[in-house]
């Protein structure tokens, strides 16, 4: 593998945010996916702080229709902030005014039709240009010590590549998931030679599964140009990362941290029972619930 210390710093990330969440209806019939919370937070706003965690300082949103409430997050909330201000409550308003740290941007652009991951990537590129760039999407939530898109960006700094965020995963759940076929190059880190999107379970060409955690070189936007419909007749991002590591190094790295697949309901429980157990306000009387009524319910 070769390394390189020849390239642009990381500062746009694209947030693709215009599907319609129908796994959860009717939750999100009139709101987005993005915005249901884990404990006391929406999803979304996991995803950017996990992009501020990275030094990353442009937010580019790919919404759709029904996503307002995701633009009304990131905005100021002028009349929630005077009251919060008129009655002393200082904490909350602080709460508030943080979601969107100083020096960091939000743009929005709406993706008109549903063609797929990779048809929402380029919807973004001319805010993008000639720079490298992250993708996250905001239904894996990851959980950790250090985030997962700043474990990335070493490894972008150091092999100068494009970096796909991988895990294992086990049995038939593979199909759900991009999969790769990389050789391993040391601890956690593979290059790749392959990768396909939601393959049946015999053609998988490894049990390691992609997760919504992508850096890319500013040359992918040429290969979602080309792309033709793929799996489920959308423009699937994972083929032009396929046409992308024919032209150029592309690595696959295995995070550290818990990864909570928030687009289903059980992903999603799960996320908010053991954020739950570690929040501040409510994690000790979360566990005794969960210990001495719960527990006893299910004996
Ligand atoms: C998308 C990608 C897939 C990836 C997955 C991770 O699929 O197309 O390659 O493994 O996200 O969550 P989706 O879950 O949107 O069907």
Same mark, same amino acid.
């Given at each position: 593998?070769?390394?390189?210390?020849?390239?642009?710093?990381?500062?746009?990330? #694209?947030?693709?945010?215009?599907?319609?969440?129908?796994?959860?209806?009717?939750?999100?019939?009139?709101?987005?996916?993005?915005? !249901?919370?884990?404990?006391?937070?929406?999803? =979304? @706003?996991?995803?950017?702080?996990?992009?501020?965690?990275?030094? #990353?300082?442009? !937010?580019?949103?790919?919404?759709?229709?029904?996503?307002?409430?995701?633009?009304?997050?990131?905005?100021?909330?002028?009349?929630? *902030?005077?009251?919060?201000?008129?009655?002393?409550?200082?904490?909350?308003? &602080?709460?508030?005014?943080?979601?969107?740290?100083?020096?960091?941007?939000?743009?929005?652009?709406?993706?008109?039709?549903?063609?797929?991951?990779?048809?929402?990537?380029?919807?973004?590129?001319?805010? =993008?240009? /000639?720079?490298?760039?992250?993708?996250?999407?905001? /239904?894996?939530? #990851?959980?950790?010590? #250090?985030?997962?898109?700043?474990?990335?960006? *070493? @490894?972008?700094?150091?092999?100068?590549?494009?970096?796909?965020?991988?895990?294992?995963?086990?049995?038939?759940?593979?199909?759900?998931?991009?999969?790769?076929?990389?050789?391993? @190059?040391?601890?956690?880190?593979?290059?790749? /030679?392959?990768?396909?999107?939601?393959?049946?379970?015999? /053609?998988?060409?490894?049990?390691?599964?992609?997760?919504?955690?992508?850096?890319?070189?500013?040359?992918?936007?040429?290969?979602?140009?080309?792309?033709?419909?793929?799996?489920?007749? &959308?423009?699937?991002?994972?083929?032009?990362?396929?046409?992308?590591?024919?032209?150029?190094?592309?690595?696959?790295?295995?995070?550290?941290?818990?990864?909570?697949?928030?687009?289903?309901?059980?992903?999603?429980?799960?996320?908010?029972?053991?954020?739950?157990?570690?929040?501040? *306000?409510?994690?000790?009387?979360?566990?005794?619930?969960?210990?001495?009524?719960?527990? @006893?319910?299910?004996?």
């Amino acid at each position: 593998m070769t390394s390189s210390t020849n390239h642009k710093i990381l500062r746009k990330a #694209i947030f693709p945010v215009a599907g319609l969440g129908s796994r959860f209806l009717p939750a999100t019939k009139a709101s987005p996916k993005e915005m !249901m919370p884990v404990v006391d937070k929406p999803l =979304i @706003q996991y995803a950017v702080e996990e992009a501020v965690s990275a030094g #990353i300082t442009e !937010m580019i949103f790919v919404t759709g229709r029904a996503k307002r409430a995701i633009a009304d997050h990131f905005d100021k909330a002028y009349e929630l *902030e005077h009251q919060l201000e008129k009655s002393g409550k200082k904490e909350l308003l &602080e709460i508030a005014q943080g979601v969107v740290p100083k020096g960091v941007s939000c743009t929005y652009i709406r993706q008109t039709e549903a063609l797929g991951l990779g048809h929402a990537v380029l919807t973004a590129a001319h805010l =993008i240009g /000639d720079e490298p760039f992250a993708v996250l999407l905001a /239904d894996d939530l #990851i959980h950790g010590e #250090i985030s997962a898109l700043k474990q990335m960006v *070493e @490894q972008h700094n150091f092999y100068g590549s494009s970096v796909v965020a991988v895990q294992q995963v086990s049995g038939a759940a593979i199909s759900a998931y991009g999969v790769i076929s990389g050789v391993q @190059q040391g601890d956690r880190l593979y290059l790749l /030679d392959g990768i396909v999107e939601k393959p049946k379970v015999k /053609d998988a060409p490894s049990d390691l599964g992609v997760t919504g955690r992508y850096i890319f070189s500013p040359q992918i936007f040429e290969h979602l140009r080309a792309l033709k419909p793929g799996a489920g007749g &959308e423009y699937q991002l994972t083929d032009a990362i396929q046409m992308l590591l024919m032209q150029e190094q592309v690595i696959a790295y295995e995070f550290h941290g818990t990864r909570y697949d928030c687009g289903s309901k059980l992903g999603l429980l799960r996320a908010n029972i053991e954020l739950g157990l570690e929040h501040p *306000e409510i994690g000790n009387e979360l566990r005794g619930f969960l210990k001495n009524e719960l527990f @006893q319910k299910l004996q």
